[in-house]
């Protein structure tokens, strides 16, 4: 009860300050602070590593409240850098559940605070951008916190898909049945999926689309991925400033040559626009939550999508004929998706694989691998990997 | 895919009447689709029998018809107008009903009209549940195991496959009506039985019983390029086994993974496909089992709903403005967000609040009906409350309900029967449920005795906590976490020994005030343009005042019998009267059924209980210049005191001549002093009081707790012992007011006026002349304006009365007087300074917008310079008549008496009186025969008077039948009747012959105590299958009218109330003479 509660304090780098309540791990931490406006699938958002390095504040004001379990995870930790909820759930209600969301963030070294006004930070993100913040249970002077908030790590030029990726390449094993059989594929499409900070859902939609998949760190360079002998490429999500993994760059324009299909996902999506010769930018706060409006410009179909970036490619890109806008936000008009004039190239913003979010756009996995069936067709592939080779 | 060039003109159905289960959330919907299709340019006729509707107002559409919602007016009506399209959608059930019903005649077909909104199709299979139950299975959804019956025997068979307990649904009836959930097989036996019978298609079906499953609802949008959005999900507090519309619902779902709402959202895009709805908005609701979380479909409703109502009010999406825009044409993608005014529609809202809706219902009306709830909807209200956390919302939205309580409290709980009151789901559930979790009962042991979820039932288990700390003097933080949980000052006062007052002046000491937060859709994503807002207690507050000229308008909280609609209506006249004179205008109200509590209605809105606590606070953040209290009912009429002594500012008539009005002793003296005649009366504050004066007035007495609304808790006494039960229970009701003590003046005619005054000018708007008896609360009664046989030297005294009395009170606004004639004498029984329950009524019959013309002088536009100085008359008649809700009600009598009982209203108009009552009845659901077999049983007292009547029904080829007594008697005036058993005289009786059928009009007054068990089982009967029961010699004078003019004339005569209105100039420009057809 009131008692027992340990004060916890979230200060901006411009000075703003809220005191509330420490729960998770009693510490204290520092990111950028953003905003997600999802009601639900608080534990997909703490475990995707496109969160590193932000602090999370849930615009929705409970927060726990079906505990967690162990399946509803993009990854194998919580990678956000704080958690902000208004009210954390002191129960866990569901048959699924397997413990409560503050033990888990306990467990996990993560450090939270709740009992604040959500409402008015999000509010001040929005007109002020996202910004630098610390969130403290060990230091509660304000001034102090803002100075530490000042000098924390910026995220433009923050190259962290370098941290997120996995260290060695590895063989994505689902658990289940492979989904080759399930789509209907014959033989399975091999992928080989660059590991930018990869949610697990792309995974398993990959294989429940046919394909079986070989991760790489995100720093493999092209002709390496390429000696793998896959039939298609993907770039997946991930944290950070796209400018920075230029690296990843690199090898993109490597992939595309190459001709082989390529499918890219939210950081994925931008290292390609900057392969191809587009900019990125920045957005004041982002798209984060899960009911974004984006049009498939080629059906005019609306799509619901879930989405988490901060970055985005500019509308420049389209100054080269090469490339077509086939995705755009509805919101503020901003670039979701493009793909190549002749190539089989093609990448979203937003995030089909959802988890948490809207499986309206579910059908790219779908368009990926038919790619990819197309280029077996006209016998373009190279020797194929076999299935368990 | 902008709009269809080819849909030019749309007719658009509204839901009729104000009933269980399709209330004023229809006149919300039909009133945004209205708006916004005029706003395409398109021609709209709109077709509504209730008067009391916003979307009835003549301004809304083009042609605007106050007519029975039956298919033959409506054929009437398509005929006249010949719209491209209809529209169905918006008005509840019924408009689906007729929809399906004129489609299946041909009459789309024939005239060449459009159906827009939902296919023929999509209706059946959304209302059809075998249909329903195959497209589930079609695109691999599960549903609870099911079988359809015709007869009791199929039923007895289908409980094998379900077993017990089994839920029993009649096919095709409304809200669920005539359903229910057997645990027994005696109770099998008898709900089927009911079941079969209230079906029209004598179908039920045979359910398997997933009472105790959590229960979700989906609201869902499509338009015909397939784009598919939720707008929100809905989770019920009472799981699966109440009715949605009983049930405590949240928004959003708190307890879904989003593994699992993804999943559902999947198959609601699933079944509005396959159903076909091809535009528009859908209500999709499921249950899951809570130990595995198997998902299965229970129904869709491919319209607007009560719950879209709720959605749209919880999101600030608004579904049935949308969906209009969808049926004729655009893409969700095409229409903008008005409340971000930069973002499409074609979105899912998100909320960073959290909405609580309570049901209010109205049992203390019905006491012989079981307050258990069960699938069948009985609430006759429901109260919305937004906060930042559940615990918030909760407690805000438990003291909009006022019911008393303040929040949870102020209720005597009897620890005894928790485990009765958990098992047995009644409205005082959640309290006890609260008294439980005090007790220390564990979660557990509630979850399996209620299903209530447990996450649900760990909230208000940090309520309970904290009341432990809440006992003694309180700290800021204490406080301020308090409020944070939702508690009310008042609670707080009780809880700490103290006084509200005093809570609210420590609370301010200590800095602990609430701010506003807005409902903007996006959880702030953008930002927004509306001032929709609700109170919270955090940092930040966006209420952002302007400094313009403004008034504040207190609506009248959740429905209940006696305050419905009608006051909704003024509030929202006085907002548009204000805004056209250039205030700013805020409204206050916690009703999410309304048209008020539209965003768009007033400059501001804030959602927030109507307590003085919550209006106060409003007050202090906005400063208006004044406040207006007369619109809404008893609820802000309440206030006025504490408002006035607050020091804020009443508009209108002041409070004093308000208290004056109210407070009986001093309303007396004032009759005296003006020699206006009132029934001899008194107060009483003990039973021996009570005793001398009932003595004095004389038997039969009238009596009643002082401050009532509707009726509530009033009776007529006829001797000393039923006075001194009827104070035992009258003093429990309302403690701190005396009781009050009329003369009853039997076999009086009554007569409502509704008059609005300046101060200066008394303008009489209407004066009705009520069909049955004075005893008869007047919103019970039919009543008839003009009055069509009130002697002019009477009309003369109640004029004269109503304009001394206007100017006495020095009333500025709308006034209602309750005159009584009995033995050529005129009476005033009351007078309320406020608006009344016949003020839209009137309005709509005269073409003056009373309430309008009453807030234009509340800003200071005398009537004269509004040009209002003489009465207003008509130039036909329009009759009113009630409608009640016995039916959901089992086991209440549906007697009439001074307790009002009606939930609805319908108007019916013509030239001549007898069409007009015809079409009253007709709307009102009790459709007049013109042939048949007539049941005559009176008491001896209108034994005289029913003889013309029996004698017109015989001339005019009724067959007559009647008890021993009055067959008897008609017998010897030479009438012939085949005398009928009473039901305990032997068999077959009369009940039988109901049963059977044979019986086509039922006259029957009531015979006193001895025969009241005869008469209560003939009135039931008859509500059950549907025969019209006239229990007053009036309303059967009035009927013989009716059926001589439907035999001369027929009544599918249809106008608009423009023609009605229209100035002769245009009457002669455009063909206004009504179109008759022949009755079908």
């Known amino acids: 009860m009131t008692h027992a509660r340990r004060p916890a304090v979230l200060a901006l780098e411009d000075g703003i300050v809220f005191v509330g309540n420490s729960f998770g791990r009693i510490g204290e931490t520092s990111g950028e602070v953003v905003f997600n406006t999802a009601l639900c699938g608080y534990q997909e958002v703490l475990t995707d590593p496109s969160y590193r390095g932000q602090i999370v504040t849930m615009t929705y004001p409970h927060i726990g409240n079906y505990g967690i379990n162990h399946e509803d995870v993009e990854s194998a930790r919580p990678q956000v850098a704080g958690f902000v909820v208004r009210e954390i759930s002191t129960a866990a209600s569901s048959w699924r559940a397997s413990g409560e969301l503050h033990a888990y963030l306990d467990e996990a070294g993560i450090v939270g605070i709740a009992e604040i006004d959500t409402r008015k930070l999000t509010r001040h993100i929005r007109s002020r951008g996202a910004c630098r913040g610390v969130i403290s249970a060990l230091d509660l002077d304000p001034v102090s916190l803002v100075k530490k908030a000042q000098s924390a790590a910026a995220m433009i030029g923050a190259d962290l898909a370098r941290e997120v990726t996995c260290a060695e390449p590895y063989r994505y094993e689902p658990a289940r049945d492979a989904g080759a059989a399930k789509a209907g594929v014959e033989r399975p499409f091999h992928v080989v999926a660059y590991d930018l900070g990869m949610k697990r859902n792309i995974l398993r939609l990959l294989t429940d689309a046919g394909c079986t998949v070989t991760v790489v760190p995100a720093t493999t360079p092209a002709a390496e991925a390429l000696a793998l002998e896959p039939e298609g490429i993907f770039l997946s999500n991930g944290p950070g400033d796209p400018e920075a993994c230029d690296y990843a760059v690199e090898a993109s ?131 194929l990997l076999q299935a368990g080779a | 895919m902008p709009r269809d060039p080819s849909i030019q003109s749309v007719l658009v159905i509204g839901s009729g009447p104000i009933v269980i289960g399709q209330a004023c959330e229809f006149d919300y919907s039909g009133t945004q689709a209205v708006k916004a299709l005029r706003a395409e340019g398109i021609r709209v006729s709109l077709v509504n029998s209730n008067p009391a509707t916003i979307m009835t107002d003549p301004e809304y559409a083009d042609r605007t018809y106050v007519e029975p919602l039956t298919p033959e007016v409506l054929e009437a009506i398509l005929e006249r107008e010949r719209p491209d399209a209809v529209l169905p959608t918006v008005g509840g059930q019924t408009a689906l009903n007729l929809a399906v019903t004129l489609s299946e005649r041909g009459v789309f077909e024939r005239l060449g009209i459009r159906l827009i909104g939902a296919s023929r199709r999509a209706v059946e299979v959304g209302e ?125 779902a708190q307890t879904l993974t989003d593994r699992e709402y993804q999943v559902m959202r999947d198959a609601a895009r699933a079944i509005i496909r396959e159903v076909g709805v091809e535009t528009g908005g859908s209500n999709i609701q499921f249950a899951v089992d809570p130990a595995t979380g198997r998902l299965v479909v229970i129904e869709m409703n491919p319209r607007v709903s009560r719950s879209s109502a709720l959605a749209s009010k919880a999101t600030g999406f608004p579904i049935a403005k949308i969906a209009a825009l969808l049926a004729i044409g655009y893409r969700l993608d095409e229409i903008r967000n008005d409340i971000t005014r930069v973002t499409p529609a074609s979105f899912e809202p998100v909320l960073d609040y959290v909405v609580v809706k309570i049901p209010r219902w109205a049992f203390e009306k019905f006491r012989d009906a079981s307050p258990r709830l069960g699938t069948q909807m009985k609430s006759v209200g429901e109260v919305m409350a937004i906060g930042r956390t559940f615990k918030e919302a909760l407690q805000k939205g438990l003291r909009g309900l006022e019911t008393g309580s303040g929040g949870f409290g102020g209720r005597e709980l009897d620890d005894a029967r928790i485990r009765e009151k958990l098992l047995t789901p009644d409205p005082d559930r959640i309290l006890y449920v609260k008294r439980a979790l005090e007790l220390g009962w564990t979660h557990e042991e509630i979850h399996r005795m209620t299903g209530i979820d447990t996450w649900f039932l760990d909230q208000i288990q940090q309520i309970a906590d904290l009341k432990e700390h809440l006992t003694g003097p309180l700290d800021a933080g204490t406080l301020r976490e308090a409020k944070r949980m939702g508690f009310s000052d008042g609670r707080l006062a009780a809880l700490s020994g103290s006084t509200e007052a005093e809570v609210r002046a420590i609370r301010k000491k200590l800095g602990v005030e609430p701010v506003y937060k807005r409902v903007d859709t996006c959880a702030a994503e953008f930002e927004s343009h509306t001032p929709y807002l609700y109170s919270t207690y955090e940092e930040e507050c966006e209420a952002a005042p302007t400094d313009r000229r403004k008034v504040m308008i207190l609506g009248s909280g959740p429905n209940r019998i006696g305050q419905g609609i009608e006051f909704d209506y003024c509030c929202c006249h006085g907002s548009f009267a204000f805004r056209e004179e250039g205030f700013e205008t805020i409204m206050v109200n916690c009703n999410p059924e309304t048209v008020s509590t539209d965003y768009d209605t007033s400059d501001r809105l804030y959602f927030e209980p109507l307590t003085f606590e919550d209006v106060m606070n409003v007050i202090e953040r906005e400063k208006p210049e004044g406040v207006v209290i007369q619109f809404g009912g008893q609820t802000p009429l309440r206030l006025a005191l504490p408002l006035h002594r607050a020091g804020v500012p009443i508009l209108g008539t002041s409070p004093d001549a308000i208290d004056l009005a109210e407070d009986r002793r001093r309303f007396s003296t004032l009759l005296d002093e003006l020699g206006i005649p009132q029934p001899e009366s008194g107060t009483a504050t003990s039973l021996e009081e009570a005793k001398e004066v009932a003595a004095r007035v004389g038997y039969p007495v009238l009596v009643r707790p002082s401050y009532v609304l509707g009726g509530r808790a009033m009776a007529i006494v006829y001797a000393e012992a039923h006075l001194e039960q009827y104070v035992r229970e009258a003093v429990r009701t309302s403690p701190e007011h005396p009781i009050l003590i009329d003369r009853f003046l039997e076999h009086a005619q009554e007569l409502d006026v509704d008059a609005v005054a300046d101060g200066e000018r008394v303008v009489i708007g209407g004066i009705l002349q009520h069909i049955e008896e004075a005893g008869i609360h007047s919103g019970d009664s039919c009543a008839v304006l003009p009055t069509f046989d009130v002697p002019e030297r009477h009309l003369e005294t109640i004029r004269d009365a109503t304009r001394r009395l206007g100017l006495r009170l020095g009333v500025r ?268």
């Open chain 1, 253 to 383: 324009r490597g992939l595309i040559a190459s001709g082989r299909p390529v499918f890219g996902i939210c950081l994925g999506h931008q290292i390609l626009g900057l392969a191809c010769g587009g900019k990125t930018f920045k957005l004041k706060y982002g798209h984060r939550g899960g009911n974004h409006p984006v049009k498939n410009v080629a059906t005019g179909q609306v799509e619901i999508t879930a989405q988490n970036h901060g970055f985005a490619v500019d509308m420049s890109l389209f100054e080269d004929r090469a490339y077509v806008l086939t995705h755009v936000n509805l919101n503020d008009g901003t670039v979701e998706g493009f793909r190549h004039r002749d190539l089989p190239v093609f990448s979203v913003q937003y995030h089909p694989e959802a988890s948490p979010g809207p499986h309206d756009s579910h059908y790219l996995f779908r368009d990926f691998t038919a790619a990819m069936a197309e280029r077996r067709a006209v016998g373009a592939a190279g020797p």
């Open chain 2, 813 to 1080: 606004g709308l006034m209602n007087v309750q005159f009584a004639i009995q033995r050529d004498r005129v009476y005033v029984l009351e007078v309320n300074p406020r608006a009344s329950r016949t003020v839209p009524f009137i309005s709509k019959a005269t073409g003056v917008p009373l309430a309008k013309v009453a807030a234009r002088v509340m800003a200071g536009r005398s009537l004269a310079e509004q040009g209002i100085t003489e009465d207003l008359t008509v130039d036909r008649f329009f009759i009113k008549a009630p409608v009640f809700p016995f039916l959901k009600f089992p086991g209440a009598d549906i007697l009439l008496g001074p307790e009002m009982k009606s939930t609805g209203e319908v108007m019916g108009i013509s030239e001549n009186f007898g069409i007009a009552f015809a079409k009253a009845m007709s709307a009102a659901g009790s459709e007049i025969p013109t042939s048949g077999t007539a049941f005559v049983s009176v008491n001896d007292h209108d034994k005289e008077a029913v003889l013309p009547i029996a004698a017109a029904l015989h001339e005019m080829g009724f067959a007559l039948i009647a008890t021993r007594g009055t067959a008897a008697f008609f017998e010897g005036r030479g009438l012939p009747c085949e005398m009928i058993y009473k039901v305990n005289e032997g068999r077959p009786h009369v009940v039988d012959r109901i049963k059977s059928r044979a019986i086509d009009l039922i006259v029957n007054t009531p015979l006193g105590e001895a025969s009241f068990y005869d008469d209560g089982a003939i009135r039931k009967n008859a509500i059950l299958y549907g025969v019209l029961c006239l229990t007053t010699i009036t309303a059967a004078a009035a009927t013989v009218e009716a059926i001589r003019a439907l035999r001369e004339r027929g009544a599918s005569e249809v106008v608009s109330l423009q023609e009605i209105h229209a100035p002769a100039v245009e009457r002669s420009r455009e063909d206004a003479s009504p179109v008759v057809v022949s009755q079908r």
């Open chain 2, 128 to 252: 059809d549940r075998r249909l329903f139950k195959e497209a589930m299975a079609r695109i691999g959804l599960d549903v609870p195991q099911s079988r359809f019956a015709r007869t009791l025997d199929e039923a007895r068979e289908a409980l094998l496959v379900t077993g017990l307990p089994a839920v029993i649904r009649p096919s095709f009836t409304l809200g669920g009506t005539g359903g229910g959930i057997a645990y027994n097989e005696e109770e099998f036996e008898e709900t089927a039985t009911r079941g079969l019978d209230l079906s029209p298609v004598h179908e039920v079906l045979i359910e398997e019983s997933v009472i105790g499953w959590k229960e979700y609802e989906l609201e869902v949008m499509r338009d015909r390029a397939d784009n598919f959005v939720v707008v929100c999900s809905i989770e019920n507090f009472d799981p699966m086994g109440i009715h949605t519309g009983d049930s405590v619902t949240v928004a959003p």
